[in-house]
Each structure stands twice: as C-alpha cells, then as structure tokens.
C-alpha cells in the first residue's frame, strides 16, 4: 500500500523559515517525481513544486519566487521543502503527492501538515 | 499562471447526472491531454478520480467519466449518491511545465 507521511509543520514567525518531510513507503520511490500542493484554509488546491525521479528537474509555482525549494533522498524514500521568508499568505496544509508513472496526474496524496505563519 | 475556472457550485438529486466543467487556454487545458479531477471530502486529502482526461484508475467507480473538448474539459457524475458530496478540483499540466488547478467545485446532492 502507498503511504506518503507528511510532517515538520507547525507555527511559524512572519520572515521564519521551516522544512517539512513526506515519509514515502509501498512503492518504490526512486522511479516517481514526487510534488508538494498547498491548500490555504477554506481555499482551493495550488500546486507548489515539483521534482524528477533523480532530482533533475525541479519546478516551482511562479508566486513562490524562489523563497522555496524542493529535493528529495531516494536512499531515505524521502521528499523535503525548505521554505525561507515566510508571509501570512503561505499559511495553509502542504500535501507531499506522488505523480501517476507515465500519466499526467498526482495518484497518491498524504494527509498533509498544516503550516500556520503568524506573529 | 491563472487558474482553471469551475463553477463555484452544482447540485443534483440522488440518481440524477451532473457535470463539472473546467476551462483553461490552449496553454494548459487544450494543449495537453494531462487534464485530472480529484474528490475532496471536509478534512480529507483529495483523491484521484479520473486522469489523462478520461482514465479512471482501478477502483473508482464508472459513475465518474471525463471528457474535454478544446480548452474545456469536463467530469460527470451518473447515478450521483450521497457519498458523492464533495468538493471536486480538475487540474491541467502546462506548456510551463508547471500544473495548475481549478478554484474548485462543490457538489451538492440534494
């Protein structure tokens, strides 16, 4: 079974940085590019980054600029952001979710960790 | 990147059909055929319905179809039952290679 276990959320300081984690188990991980999407509370989806299997490729949303950045350990079947310079407005619970293998879609999803940036 | 446009809100009768439409640009939506929907109850993380804009993965029902036609894709729902009330969210891979959702739609069964 698919488990990807998202953790390292919490309250944040406006400016404050934070590192959240996606603990992935069940499939084999290191074949899969691997994205984070945010939901602010009472707000839609927004897909934040993403990254190839071998951390060749990476992408971000264009409102992130550059405050976020997205790796990943195959060897520890482990995804990570590191977010820098955080506002009010990136409060919201980060979903770790896995991209569907040869199809354009995100087939596994976390339950999410919720970061709460706020003096 | 904007995001795909859904109506706010659609609502049916148990048995009844509805359809979610979302639109996009040639950019996203009419230029690929990576269109997705997923389901989200309150609380829950989303769940993917339909991928590749008309495959349905092993174990969601065959109530739940997808569709698009130039940069408008679309998700239907025969037979809708209660368990179906949820907030439904369509996303589109794009020429940026970025993806992007839809603002969302709730689905109401009367």
């Known amino acids: 079974e698919v488990q990807l276990v998202e953790s390292g959320g919490g309250l944040v300081k406006p400016g404050g940085s934070l590192r959240l984690s996606c603990a992935a188990s069940?499939?084999?991980?290191?074949?899969?590019?691997m994205n984070w999407v945010r939901q602010a509370p009472g707000k839609g989806l927004e897909w934040v980054s993403s990254i190839s299997s071998s951390s060749s490729y990476m992408y971000y949303a264009d409102s992130l600029k550059g405050r976020f950045a997205i790796s990943r350990d195959n060897a520890k079947n482990s995804l990570y952001l590191q977010m820098h310079s955080l506002r009010a407005e990136d409060t919201a619970v980060y979903y770790c979710?896995?991209?569907?293998?040869?199809?354009?879609?995100?087939?596994?999803w976390g339950q999410g960790t919720l970061v709460t940036v706020s003096s | 990147q904007s995001a795909l446009t859904q109506p706010a809100s659609v609502s049916g009768s148990p048995g009844q059909s509805i359809t979610i439409s979302c639109t996009g640009t040639s950019s996203d939506v009419g230029g690929f055929n990576y269109v997705s929907w997923y389901q989200q109850h309150p609380g829950k993380a989303p769940k993917l319905m339909i991928s590749?804009?008309?495959n349905r993965p092993s174990g969601v029902s065959n109530r739940f179809s997808g569709s698009k036609s130039g940069n408008t894709a679309s998700l239907t729902i025969s037979g809708l039952q209660a368990e179906d009330e949820a907030d439904y969210y369509c996303?589109?891979?794009?020429?940026?290679?970025?993806?992007?959702f839809g603002g969302g739609t709730k689905l109401t069964v009367l």
């Open positions: 979710a896995r991209d569907g293998y040869g199809s354009g879609s995100f087939d596994s």
């Open positions: 590749d804009v008309t």
């Open positions: 069940g499939f084999t991980f290191s074949i899969y590019s």
């Open positions: 996303s589109s891979y794009t020429s940026s290679s970025n993806w992007v």
